[in-house]
């Protein structure tokens, strides 16, 4: 072909996205502040095109990077998250229509263009009506080429163009995409958020993604444990000191619901929190509330919820309120545990490696047989479990290559089964309590002494950790 002469190029740019979908990401997406590059992914295997492409992308200002092969670009799309992923039709193995569709099982909202010659075109059309946003014809012409990334990256809602708000997030797992969809679309709302889960199992994380997909982002993120404090220093974090104590008001007297004006407010483990503090929460969620009657304005918050226990259980025991429950309960999440979702733990393992081994710039592995071991464990701990595992294993191996023995000794040492935070709290407070009462012989005033809390402080831990007093009671013989 003459290079002089105009240029022989078909393109079909099918929009098939949904229009919820469009919708949700406009509706979240603010002007952004600092705007990052948009990621586009090229497959090919010809390193020639991969470099021209890489080139001419690049100049127009997006971040690019390109693989040989349909397996190295699904590895890519897990680490890299692009917005566009331009895909040759014919490669080995797995072909571009083959790419194209685990690629819209696994994240429906990536937007593909296909790259074909002349003679493939009709197979180029099918793969539009597979999903597709539309398909390029080698030689590929610059204009053509920018102009047809432009609008697929506008229309691809698979991450926000101005900022990746998953990042944090490793995953490759269908489930986990699921549950991740849902969190995007409950960004675009600022209906209160449950999230569901096991101890460990990174419900913070995915708070934090909330908060980051959505037109709140550039303003505070607060969260506040509910399961770690006393309820009277629980009050005051969530709802602030009473004024006229002192002189001037701190952002610490305010209380999280003020600090986190205009932003997101967390409340970990809802669960616990006190049947007192359950109604001052009930009072500041509702719209005609003057928090702590100084503002004319209630606090502008997008709360969320995390909750391990099952909370209709609790509202059955008396211990949660019904109305509250549904109050917070608007757009529910699950965020599974890791024995549903063990296809990650490879990836996992080779992240908290990584971060393990940054400092110190140690080289460190699992041999192949060591990673089936920890795909097959159990983990009562979910992911916070598997990290701390990684952390201990790299500072007690002795050499580079961490053995499928040395996991399974680790495993089976006690020194090396980590609890949860929240399971180890729960049974060291329980312990305690039945210790205490022990020594008393169930007299709770005196157990109360001993733990310097009031009566009526120790009756309700007594309730919150099920022990009853009258066990512990010396019964005479008869």
């Not at 078909?10 to 990052?36: C, E, M, W, Y």
């Not at 263009?113 to 610059?142: H, M, N, R, S």
């Not at 047809?148 to 490793?170: C, L, M, N, P, Y």
Request: charged share 25%.
């Amino acid at each position: 072909m003459n290079p002089d002469s105009p240029p022989i190029t078909t393109s079909l740019g099918f929009d098939i996205k949904h229009s919820g979908s469009r919708l949700r990401k406009n509706a979240v997406k603010p002007p952004a502040v600092h705007p990052h590059k948009a990621r586009v992914l090229v497959v090919d295997n010809d390193p020639a095109l991969r470099r021209l492409l890489s080139i001419r992308l690049g100049a127009a200002n997006y971040e690019v990077e390109s693989v040989h092969s349909a397996q190295a670009a699904l590895d890519a799309c897990m680490r890299l998250r692009p917005n566009l992923v331009i895909t040759e039709l014919r490669m080995e193995q797995m072909n571009g229509l083959g790419l194209l569709k685990e690629l819209k099982s696994r994240w429906p909202e990536l937007s593909v263009i296909i790259l074909t010659a002349y003679g493939t075109i009709p197979e180029a059309v099918q793969a539009t009506q597979c999903g597709a946003f539309g398909f390029l014809v080698k030689p590929v012409d610059k204009s053509e080429l920018l102009g047809q990334v432009q609008r697929a990256i506008k229309a691809s809602t698979f991450t926000h163009i101005e900022g990746d708000w998953r990042a944090d997030i490793v995953s490759r797992s269908q489930l986990m995409e699921d549950r991740l969809r849902q969190a995007n679309g409950a960004a675009g709302t600022d209906a209160p958020v449950m999230l569901m889960g096991e101890s460990g199992t990174g419900k913070e994380l995915f708070a934090r993604a909330i908060h980051a997909a959505s037109a709140r982002r550039e303003k505070p993120f607060i969260a506040v444990a509910c399961q770690t404090l006393v309820e009277g220093l629980l009050e005051a974090e969530l709802f602030g000191h009473e004024t006229g104590a002192s002189c001037g008001t701190t952002a610490s007297d305010l209380g999280a619901f003020q600090a986190a004006h205009g932003g997101t407010l967390l409340l970990h483990e809802i669960g616990n929190l006190p049947i007192a503090l359950q109604v001052r929460l009930m009072q500041a969620l509702r719209e005609d509330h003057e928090l702590k009657g100084e503002s004319p304005a209630r606090a502008d918050v997008r709360l969320i919820c995390t909750t391990s226990r099952d909370l209709k259980l609790l509202i059955n025991s008396g211990q949660f309120r019904e109305d509250l429950y549904y109050r917070i309960n608007v757009l529910p999440i699950e965020v599974p545990p890791l024995g549903r979702r063990r296809e990650d733990i490879p990836l996992l393992v080779s992240h908290f490696l990584e971060q393990a081994t940054e400092a110190s710039g140690l080289t460190k592995i699992y041999s192949p047989k060591a990673v089936e071991l920890l795909v097959t464990t159990d983990w009562p701990g979910n992911v916070r479990q598997l990290f701390d595992l990684v952390k201990q294993n790299v500072i007690l191996s002795q050499g580079k290559v961490m053995t499928e023995e040395f996991v399974q000794q680790s495993l089976r040492s006690d020194s090396t089964r980590i609890p949860s935070y929240d399971d180890a709290r729960d049974e060291f407070s329980h312990d305690y309590l039945v210790k205490n009462l022990q020594s008393t012989a169930g007299n709770v005033s005196k157990s109360a002494r001993l733990a310097k809390r009031n009566r009526t402080d120790f009756y309700k831990l007594l309730s919150r950790y099920r022990v009853l007093a009258e066990d512990f009671k010396r019964i005479p013989h008869l």
